[in-house]
């Protein structure tokens, strides 16, 4: 952002005010207070990190759909009795249902069909229908009992991943882009990458990587699957490195010239933008050319991950990524909405993203980058453990679930082989430990070494948190 | 702390923290905010240095800037305030001719002749428009969920038409809060209130509409807050505002204004989302008009001559029951008409129209049917008809088959449709035993009717089938006859939104990729009129004339009366025909006109108003106490009640409210200037930071709602104020400025601004001619990447705007006003330069320096296209046909690098690199740039020189038209020096 531009005066202007404020209610802070105030032209508006941060980048493995946790995460053998009953009001206590299943006049108790067993010297509970992720399982840790407040999937996955229902506000990792910047000058700081998407997959939204009310360049740059893995990066056909060396140098000549005669330096900057994006045509093939990755990477990931675009693919991409020290990757598979047909659809979901995102965990570690890499695989809620469509059709499926979910972290100072939190014996209601995803947010923030209380931006004369006005980190997680 | 502070100098700072301590931000008692008083026209102020101030609004600012001793800076140069200026009124660059009047210097006034002109010019409404739709969260999209498309176009174009009429700021206001409460609203004045409908809006499976019909209304209440009165009144949404004496029951007083729409909370799934209203443009009024005058005449004539009697009628009448022959001919005039009796090859010839080029796919084999031959169907026989008359769906068609199945397995009868866009077209069809026919319409919109005809057929049968259409494109308009008895239509699917136009090839029988009846098939006819019931009936061998005529003349009915009335006109009366015709072709079109014409999404209140109740913590299933319409109290000095939405617009909209002027006046600055007096054009509450100025500011307010003063809220002659100004015109790069007032807080020096994202493409497009400058109109698709709203979309199939349809011809190069507006993924060729996504409210877009501005600026074919337009037209233009070529370059090139300076700046080369530089950033270059640019050209004419196909592949960027040349190599480096040019920082800039 241009030093000269509005919106960083206003900026300014309340960081000053705000600044103020905290050096008046405890006199004595002034000079510090100042110095801060000074170096605050840099990239970082804000005394970031806050404590030494256990870890320094992000993958979130966002699971878009809501991935089933009574047939993955969350085991409920005993179901198995109450298989066909009537989930008992008791349990429900009427709260809220969405209107697919709220006319249903039987709302019956429908276990999992898949065994679960125990996996790693932790003994981590998981579904057969993730046989590779059960091998990264002491690096894991499962948390049984997240819960939001949405029950839809627009309004939940942007509160997922911006901590509001509605849109507006900024994803978490325009959040970390504003507040953290980045590490790699030759390549953006915050990068998403999607993947499924057949027709009637929930959709996705560019505010789940927008930046909201924060500068528009901490929004997600999302990198593409195909030949021009990032907008415009390609040169036309013909006009070789060479030509645009030279294109470039005559436009940086010119804007000497011009800059010759004005008093301020801000042509610099765009200078610099330009020799950026011109190491980003290299820096960027160089990326998601998996040309040069070994064989035993593609038995790591899976065969997929030859395939472009697949879900295996931006696994391996991400760990390009990480190794490349962009701070915040976020992947978006589709196609978890199983309202119908899960028994056969949940198994063919499971095995695009299972080997994979076991690989990328085995192979962070491996590299020594898991260590202060946070990997995070979420949906946006969990599924009923009541069917929707009758019990007695193959063709069932479950409902959106917003009481209870299961997601795994690993690595970037998470506890690995740990399983965090209890739900009742009907995966309806969290029992213990309950972690609400503001609490997940402040976590991750905690994790990166910021205070999710202190990481504020005004906007429209209000000050907004990634966690709004909630958020208690979750220690138990926390290695 | 305060002397601490005082000794620090750092010009930035020192303005900091002078906000910080200022009273208003601290001493004030919320209630005695300054806002909060209505504004004070104070005098202007006495000033040393009386010849600087063209306008009053310049000693105000003088005088801060002498009392801070600020050097007085010099005025911009003729050429950068006219590029200023031009960005300012119009956002495009200035014409060349302009840049050359303002220079001639023969006319004194020659800047404000030409502000005038450019203030008069519908592009000064387009540039508005596009920073007030941020305001005003406009989309062609609802946002939520599936992103379905909405059209709210019509009130775009409202917007636009709103500031090049100069509305002024009262009615502006009123309009759009509440110009359906108006007595007698026009049209527009309630196409205007498209305003509070902007908002998103949900249709997701399974949500609750209460808790999003809430949401709109939340959305409307803080939008009108912030953009009327700069207040942020969604803090008080939850609790009471912690800062502003805004308590939370305040909030839902002022929330109950929006409350009483008749909308629904989940809506949207196909288009607008109610309540809504059709709006037809300008044109297409004028044209119903006409027809809604032509028809009933037309009506008149036709009744006219039924009723009449006519003595020769009962001769003729009676001539024809006498004849043998009574029975009535079939109808003659078939489109297509075959028999099966003419087969050459595996051609069939229609006797009537022998130009039709009917081939059978498989071998061709005939076989007796009813009439002489009929075709055999094996399931994969079809005859395919390629150049057939296109079909559209608002006219009327009859298709007559008679067939004889010998298997009712599902399968087609006819079909026009086109399998690359989702069976765009038409289908006629067997499924489970019945008969269907389906229209279906692709593009943004995936529409269809589906009908069925009653009953099950049976194999190994002769049946004669009639379907006809009214064209009206409904499933009401289409009637079935089978064997000459009507069957009911079932309708199965009644989306469909037409008007549609088929050309596809006309499949009879099986189709590639569809299997076909089997059995036999004799006639086939095909008619662009609707048969009347007594035609149909024909078709079965039964003739209803004959009845009729048979029947006494007094014992007929009307309607019998008339059929044979109808049939003498037609055989006696020259004109009837004509003007039966032109009845039904009126009626066509004005039914067309109703179809295609737009709806847009209005204000429109409930009958009985509904209970606003506060929402404890801004929960919609927590309601609390029921509150009353009502002003917030610390804006309420004047005591209003506005009892109703119209009469709290006509208070936001008044000098009454104090802060009205203030805002508005501030925006517009904030707008030419970068930087709001207020410098938090959001937040004119006690947070917010106090006015820099604040005279001026009050000064500004008032003028604007000053009556005696012609100005009567003019928006026009506000900012003409502004940009006429001694300080809008100052020189931006004045050195001392930068130290005394480094964040020209004190308006120091010219405002130095990056161009909108708006402005930079249409840059582009002006300065190369691409610029195409219709007004208005749906919203047009540009070039895009391909896949990006795809890789998102829900499903492509059932919801609109999930598939980028990419315009072609004049639509590419439209202004980016026009650009269709998807909120999950927005225009990428704006996106890139920091437009907002359009969710809520924008008030203030943060021009950001990025490495993706710089790969567009290198690569959007917008940029390559306008380069190549620009080169390839200037080549065209300044060629002499003699010398054709850069001759000049060629020649330098062949004489040597000694002599090539002093060759080209006279020369053509520098003529036309100076003309590129000229139409983009409005001055001609210096030497020393002229110098770049022209070795630049050289040096990439050498290396395309090398690489033929290089150049062939960099000219190829675009649709627009080539300019053709024999220079290929010559005109790829003018393009590539071009596209630097529209690269420059200079040129996203306005200096």
Redesign the interface.
């Known amino acids: 952002?241009?030093i000269?531009?509005?919106?960083?005066?206003?900026d300014?202007?309340?960081?000053?005010?705000r600044?103020?404020f905290l050096?008046?209610t405890s006199?004595g802070l002034?000079?510090a207070a100042?110095g801060a105030?000074?170096q605050s032209t840099s990239a970082q508006a804000h005394d970031l990190p806050h404590f030494r941060p256990r870890a320094r980048r992000v993958i979130l493995l966002c699971q878009s759909g809501a991935p089933s946790q009574i047939d993955l995460l969350d085991a409920k053998p005993a179901l198995r009795e109450l298989h066909g009953q009537e989930l008992p009001d008791s349990v429900r206590q009427g709260q809220?249902l969405?209107?697919?299943t709220s006319q249903q006049t039987s709302h019956p108790i429908t276990a999992s069909p898949f065994a679960f067993r125990r996996y790693g010297d932790a003994g981590l509970e998981l579904s057969e229908l993730l046989p590779h992720t059960a091998q990264v399982a002491d690096d894991l840790c499962v948390v049984r009992s997240l819960h939001t407040e949405a029950?839809?999937?627009?309004?939940a996955i942007t509160f997922l991943l911006t901590g509001s229902q509605?849109?507006?506000r900024p994803s978490l990792g325009s959040w970390l882009s504003y507040g953290l910047g980045g590490e790699n000058d030759n390549l953006?700081t915050f990068l998403v990458m999607?993947s499924g998407?057949e027709?009637?997959?929930?959709?996705?939204?560019?505010?789940l990587w927008?930046p909201g009310f924060l500068?528009?360049?901490h929004q997600g740059?999302k990198l593409?699957s195909?030949t021009?893995p990032?907008?415009?990066?390609?040169?036309?056909?013909?006009?070789?490195r060479a030509?645009?060396r030279?294109?470039l140098d005559?436009?940086k000549?010119?804007?000497r010239?011009?800059?010759e005669?004005?008093?301020?330096a801000e042509?610099e900057?765009?200078?610099d933008?330009?020799e950026?994006?011109?190491r980003?045509?290299q820096s960027v093939p160089e990326l998601t050319d998996v040309a040069s990755e070994p064989e035993h990477t593609f038995e790591l990931y899976g065969d997929d991950a030859r395939q472009p675009g697949t879900f295996a693919a931006n696994c391996l991409l991400a760990r390009r990524m990480i190794e490349r020290n962009v701070r915040f990757v976020q992947l978006y598979h589709r196609g978890w909405d199983h309202h119908q047909q899960i028994n056969s659809k949940l198994p063919r979901k499971c095995r695009q993203v299972d080997q994979a995102s076991a690989g990328l965990v085995a192979d962070l570690k491996q590299r020594g980058l898991l260590q202060d890499t946070m990997v995070i695989w979420a949906g946006e809620f969990g599924r009923t453990v009541f069917c929707q469509g009758s019990i007695e059709r193959e063709d069932y499926g479950r409902?959106?679930h917003p009481r209870c979910f299961s997601i795994w972290l690993a690595g970037g100072g998470i506890r690995g082989g740990l399983t965090l939190g209890k739900t009742d014996d009907f995966s309806y209601n969290v029992v213990e430990d309950s972690v609400h995803v503001h609490d997940l947010q402040a976590t991750i923030l905690h994790c990166l070494g910021i205070d999710h209380e202190r990481f504020i931006f005004r906007?429209?004369?209000?000050d907004f948190r990634l966690t709004d006005i909630a958020g208690n980190v979750v220690t138990k997680i926390l290695a | 702390m305060t002397l601490v502070l005082s000794r620090l100098t750092a010009g930035l700072f020192t303005a900091l923290v002078s906000v910080a301590l200022s009273p208003a931000a601290c001493a004030d008692e919320p209630a005695d905010h300054w806002a909060f008083q209505p504004p004070r026209r104070s005098p202007s102020p006495a000033v040393h240095d009386p010849a600087w101030p063209k306008h009053p609004l310049d000693r105000f600012v003088q005088a801060h800037r002498e009392q801070r001793q600020i050097p007085r800076p010099p005025a911009a140069k003729p050429w950068l305030a006219l590029r200023r200026l031009s960005y300012a009124i119009r956002g495009l660059p200035p014409d060349p001719d302009e840049v050359a009047e303002l220079l001639d210097g023969q006319q004194p006034d020659a800047l404000e002749r030409i502000v005038d002109r450019y203030f008069a010019s519908p592009r000064h409404g387009e540039r508005m428009a596009a920073h007030w739709l941020d305001l005003a969260r406009y989309a062609d999209t609802h946002g939520y969920h599936a992103d379905t498309h909405r059209d709210m176009w019509r009130w775009r174009d409202w917007v636009i038409d709103a500031w090049n009429r100069d509305l002024p700021y009262h009615d502006f206001t009123v309009e759009q809060l509440a110009g359906d409460l108006l007595p007698h609203p026009t049209l527009d004045q309630q196409i205007a209130t498209g305003f509070n409908r902007n908002h998103m809006v949900n249709f997701e499976n399974g949500a609750i509409d209460e808790e999003y019909r809430l949401e709109y209304v939340a959305d409307r209440t803080t939008t009108t807050a912030t953009v009327w009165l700069g207040l942020t009144l969604q803090c008080a949404r939850c609790h009471d505002h912690k800062h502003d004496p805004l308590r939370q029951r305040e909030f839902y007083s002022f929330f109950a204004y929006f409350n009483n729409v008749d909308e629904r909370g989940l809506d949207g799934q196909r288009g607008n989302a109610v309540p809504l209203l059709k709006a037809p443009t300008m044109l297409q009024q004028l044209r119903m008009a006409e027809l809604d005058r032509a028809i009933p005449e037309l009506e008149r004539l036709i009744t006219a001559r039924l009723n009449a009697d006519d003595p020769q009628q009962i001769e003729w009448e009676q001539q024809l029951v006498g004849s043998r022959e009574l029975r009535t001919p079939l109808p003659q005039d078939a489109t297509l008409q075959l028999t099966m009796e003419e087969l050459q090859g595996n051609r069939l010839i229609d006797v009537q129209h022998p130009e039709w080029n009917a081939r059978v796919n498989t071998e061709a084999e005939l076989a007796p049917g009813t009439d002489g031959q009929a075709l055999v169907l094996t399931g994969e026989t079809g005859i395919q008809i390629d150049e057939f008359p296109a079909w559209r769906s608002l006219d009327p068609l009859t298709i007559v088959i008679r067939f004889f199945p010998t298997s009712l397995d599902d399968c087609q009868l006819l079909q026009r449709t086109d399998s690359q866009r989702n069976e765009q077209g038409i289908r006629l069809f067997l499924r489970d035993r019945q008969l269907g026919l389906r229209w279906v319409q692709d593009g943004n919109v995936v529409t269809a009717m589906e009908v069925t005809a009653e009953g099950a057929l049976e194999a190994n049968r002769w049946y004669s089938l009639v379907v006809t259409m009214d064209g009206s494109g409904t499933a009401s308009g289409v009637s079935w006859y089978v064997n000459g008895e009507r069957r009911t239509n079932e309708v199965r699917r009644a989306d469909f939104v037409g008007p549609l136009v088929v050309k596809e090839p006309l499949w009879i029988g099986g189709a590639p990729e569809r299997d076909g009846l089997r059995g036999l098939l004799d006639d086939v006819r095909i008619f662009g009129r609707q048969l009347s019931e007594e035609e149909c009936e024909l078709f079965t061998g039964r003739d209803p004339l004959r009845a009729i005529l048979t029947t006494d003349r007094e014992r007929r009915t009307e309607a019998q009366r008339r059929l044979v009335r109808r049939r003498y006109l037609e055989m006696s009366d020259a004109q009837f025909p004509r003007i039966d015709r032109a009845w039904r072709d009126a009626v066509r079109d004005r039914r067309q006109l109703e179809q295609e014409a737009p709806t847009t999404m209005v204000m429109r209140e409930l009958g009985s108003p509904r209970e606003t109740r506060v929402l404890l913590r801004g929960l919609f299933d927590q309601p609390g106490e029921t509150v009353q319409l009502g002003l917030p109290e610390v804006l309420n000095r004047s005591g209003a009640r506005p009892a109703s939405r119209l009469e709290l617009a006509r208070w936001l909209g008044s000098a009454d409210n104090p802060l009205a002027g203030r805002v508005m006046v501030n925006r517009l600055w904030q707008l030419h200037f970068g930087r709001g007096l207020v410098a938090t054009p959001d937040d004119f509450g006690t947070r917010g930071a106090p006015p820099s100025n604040p005279d001026l500011l009050d000064w500004l307010a008032s003028d604007l709602f000053d009556r005696s003063r012609a100005s009567n809220g003019s928006l026009k002659r506000l900012q003409r104020q502004m940009l006429l100004s001694s300080t809008f015109l100052q020189a931006s790069d004045f050195a001392p400025s930068f130290e005394h007032d480094p964040d020209n807080r004190w308006l120091s020096r010219g405002p130095r601004l990056r161009l909108a994202a708006e402005m930079i493409r249409d840059q582009a497009l002006a300065a190369s001619g691409l610029l195409v400058n219709t007004i208005g109109g749906p919203s047009v698709l540009p070039y895009q990447p391909p896949g990006l709203w795809e890789e998102v979309a829900y499903d492509t199939q059932n919801f609109t705007a999930q598939t980028y349809h990419q315009s072609h011809g004049a639509d590419l190069a439209r202004r980016s006003v026009y650009t269709f507006w998807k909120r999950s993924v927005p225009p990428v060729s704006l996106a890139i330069w920091d437009a907002p996504d359009r969710e809520v409210c924008t008030l203030v877009r943060s021009p950001t320096d990025t490495p993706l501005q710089a790969l567009a600026l290198m690569n959007d074919p917008t940029y390559l296209e306008a380069a190549r337009y620009l080169a390839e037209t200037l080549l065209a233009q300044r060629e002499p046909a003699a010398s054709a070529g850069p001759p000049v370059i060629r020649s330098v090139r062949s004489t040597g690098p000694s002599r090539h300076r002093v060759a080209l700046e006279s020369d053509l080369a520098g003529r036309i690199l100076a003309e590129a530089f000229l139409r983009i950033l409005g001055r001609s270059p210096d030497k020393a740039e002229l110098d770049v640019l022209i070795a630049a050209w050289q040096r990439h004419a050498g290396t395309f020189r090398d690489r033929p196909d290089a150049a062939r592949t960099l000219l190829s960027v675009g649709e627009a038209p080539r300019w053709r040349n024999d220079r290929l190599e010559d005109t790829a480096a003018l393009t590539a020096v071009v596209a630097s040019i529209l690269a420059l920082d200079e040129a996203i800039h306005v200096d």
């Open positions: 952002m241009s000269d531009s509005p919106r960083h005066r206003i300014m202007l309340r960081f000053a005010e600044r103020q050096s008046e006199r002034g000079l100042l105030l000074l809220r969405t209107t697919m029950i839809n999937h627009d309004p509605q849109p507006g953006p999607i998407g027709a009637g997959d929930q959709p996705l939204n560019g505010r927008g500068p528009p360049r740059v593409r195909g021009d990032i907008l415009f990066l390609n040169d036309p056909p013909g006009f070789d030509t645009r030279q294109w005559d436009v000549r010119l804007n010239l011009h800059q005669k004005l008093p301020t042509i900057n765009r200078i933008q330009f950026l994006a011109f980003m045509q409902d959106h906007s429209q004369g209000r």
